[in-house]
Structure formats: structure tokens, C-alpha cells
């Protein structure tokens, strides 16, 4: 069975890539997905009441906010064309979060959602999808 990392954000098109590269490339009985949304940490002032308050906020950020509606997709689509599936939320920089849980759940791939852009765009990959791929040690699959 392959095991399939999914970072996902607030922008459906890219979902929709992703959905659409899954169906395309996966077999829906040999392929289990982990649907992840980053929540990015906020960084902290230098003064050290700043500092602690912004610490907190970190540690309570996920139940500060709701995922975005592309998360819940996500995870009804899989369930509803069959596929093993599991959504997960965490706190951090969004790279090294989906780095340290594709590790964790010793994923085969990292199934990264890409937008469309100009001919010219499409050379040079967004910050987030550039360092998995650069600094990452799975294969990266980036879907358009």
C-alpha cells in the first residue's frame, strides 16, 4: 500500500489538482492519504511580554481558528471515492511541518498542490513547494 502525504491550504484549485493527479496516478485500494493543513506560527516580538503572549497564542492556535473548507473537501472527497484517509492539522512552518509528518507517517510520496500560472511562472515553484522539493528526502509529486 502506498502511503501519500497531502498538504493542503485555503486555495481549491490547487486541491483540485491534487484530487485530480491521485485519481490519476493511485490505485484507490493500494493507496492510503494523510491530508494535512499547516497552521503557520506567528512570529514573536523581541521584548519578552511579547513574547509570551504570542507563545501562547502559538500553543492554542489550533483552536483558535477553523481549517480552511478545502481541509473538510479533502478528507469527504477521499472518503467518498473510497480511499483510506486521514485528516491532520498542525502548528509550525509550513516546509519543515510537512517534512516532519511525511517522516513520521514514513510517507511514499508528498503529493504537493501547485497554481496555475504563466508559461513563464510556471518555471520557478512557490516557496513552500521549491524547499520540499530541494531540501526534502521523498519524492515530491507536484500536481497542476
Known sequence: MKRVIMPVDAEPERLDGQLATLDRLFDRA???VTVLYVYEEIDSPADEAGKTVIESINENIESLRD??????????????????????????????????VAEEIDADVILIGNSRRTPVGKAVFGSVTQGIILEGDRPVLVAN
Open 30 to 32: 493500494d493507496v492510503e
Open 67 to 100: 481549517a480552511p473548507d478545502t481541509v473538510e473537501r479533502a478528507g469527504a472527497r477521499l472518503a467518498d471515492d473510497g480511499v483510506e484517509a486521514d485528516v491532520l492539522t498542525t502548528v509550525g512552518e509550513p516546509k519543515q511541518a510537512i517534512q516532519d
